[in-house]
Structures are given as structure tokens and as C-alpha cells.
């Protein structure tokens, strides 16, 4: 039977072709729905003829969610945020749900990402970027739906926080310069505050100050490679480039 001339077949066309019934389409394609494997091979022979793809939106109006996990993340060219975000991704995926990915470059573009995802039933958000508000985090509170905050200050206490240890990160990298016989210490930091780099620039100042060494806090434009290497022009030494090549010897 060639394809269906529906763009968007329904179920009950499946299960027309299939010979059996609309509930049977939907446990075949529903995750440990119960299913004999000869009425699944039916369904999903049918499905393949016609083109019949599950309308994952649909189903979630019939559901509490969609099965979509919204992702909220900005900087992607970074290193460490492009392995973060694809870890996540495949994390979920092996779960079971669908990560939906939303850029957040600016602060104030999370709170209206979060209304969008709020649209679509999402089951759950991942926020990478910034912190919503606190209306917004009780929303979601008020719907049951799971928050997950990554190295992000908390507004309220709902929802769940991954962290890094960003006071031990500050004191690590301040003891490692004053081990090796630096007498000078400096911090180069975005100008717009965030929640882990203020955090550990914080706790590396505190560790030269209590060991009784200078210690200054350069600013970039923002956390960019390229806002780091402008920075260096401002830097009281020849070169960042070349003062990270020398290594902890040349640190003096």
C-alpha cells in the first residue's frame, strides 16, 4: 500500500492498515507500553507504509508533559559549555526524554525562554545560564515542574542545584601561584558578575589576603576568549599569552 496522501496520517489510519485498534498504535509506540511483539511488528509495518510519525506536541496535551526537557545555555563556543550541553543532551536522550536547546545570551532572555518552554509541557528545565526570577521559579513550583540549576544562584527552594566547589577552585589556583614564589597576584574577571566567577574570584582574593599577598582583580568586557585577550593590553605584565607559558616558575 503506497504512502498515505496525508501529509500527517493519523493513528487511526495505522491501525486501519495495521488491523487493530487505535489503542494498540498508541502502547506500540508508547515506552514499556504493554504490546505483544507480533501486533508491535503490525503497528509499526503500518506506520512505515503510511509515514505515520507520533506527534510528541499532541501527546503531550494529553499528558502532564511532552517528554521535552528545555535546556537553557549561552556561550556555546567555549569549551567547556559545548561539552556540558552534549553531555546533558545525550544524558536525556538515554532517559527517554527530548532535549530542546534555547540560547540565552543575554540575562533578561531567560525569564521570557522560560515562558516559551512553559508552552510546550516541557517535563522538566536544565538552566545553565543566569538565574530566573523568583516568580518565574514559583510558576514552575506551582506546576510541579522539575528545575534543575547548573552553577546557578537559587531564588527560591524549589527545584535542584549542581554546583562546583568554587570556593576550594579560588583558594586551589591562589595556592598553586604562592607555592610556586609568587609575590603578585592577579584575578581577571568579566565585568558582569556571575554566580560561579564571582565565587571563586572571590575565594582566590580571601586566600592572598590571609596569606598577607598583594592580589589585584583585573576586568574584561565579558568572558569570551577574545574579551580575555583584549584584556591584556591592560595587564601590568608583557604578555598573558606569555606569562601563562612560563608556568608556575615564572609567576613572580
Known amino acids: 500500500m503506497p504512502k498515505s496522501a496525508n501529509p500527517n496520517p493519523p493513528s487511526f489510519d495505522v491501525a486501519r492498515l495495521a488491523g487493530v485498534s487505535r489503542s494498540a498504535v498508541s502502547r506500540a509506540f508508547t515506552p514499556g507500553g504493554t504490546i505483544s511483539p507480533e501486533t508491535r511488528d503490525k503497528v509499526t509495518k503500518a506506520a512505515s507504509e503510511l509515514g505515520y510519525r507520533v506527534n510528541s506536541l499532541a501527546r503531550g496535551l494529553q499528558q502532564r508533559h511532552s517528554g521535552i526537557v528545555g535546556l537553557v545555555a549561552s ?7 559545548s561539552r556540558q550541553v552534549r553531555l546533558l543532551s545525550e544524558a536525556l536522550i538515554r532517559e527517554g526524554f527530548k532535549p530542546m536547546l534555547i540560547t ?34 514559583e510558576d514552575c513550583k506551582r506546576l510541579e515542574l522539575p528545575v ?31 607555592d610556586s614564589g609568587a609575590k603578585h597576584l592577579g584575578c581577571l574577571v568579566p565585568k558582569r558578575k556571575t554566580y560561579s566567577v564571582s565565587g571563586r574570584a572571590d575565594a582566590f582574593m580571601d586566600a592572598a589576603a590571609q596569606l ?16 580575555a585577550r583584549a584584556a591584556n593590553s591592560t595587564l601590568p605584565i608583557s604578555s598573558l599569552t606569555d606569562w601563562l607559558r612560563r608556568g608556575p616558575r615564572g609567576w613572580r
Open 75 to 81: 556561550r556555546l563556543d567555549t569549551p567547556l559549555r
Open 104 to 137: 540565552a545570551e543575554q540575562p533578561d532572555d531567560v525569564s521570557a525562554l522560560i515562558e516559551s518552554l512553559l508552552g510546550y509541557r516541557v517535563a522538566g528545565m536544565i538552566l545553565t545560564s543566569d538565574s530566573p526570577t523568583r516568580a518565574l521559579i
Open 148 to 178: 534543575v540549576l547548573v552553577n546557578r544562584a537559587g531564588a527560591t527552594n524549589w527545584g535542584d542545584r549542581v554546583v562546583a566547589d568554587n570556593d576550594t577552585g579560588g583558594q586551589l589556583a591562589a595556592n598553586v601561584m604562592i
Open 212 to 227: 598577607g599577598i598583594p592580589a589585584e582583580v583585573f576586568y574584561a568586557e565579558d568572558q569570551s576568549y577574545d574579551d
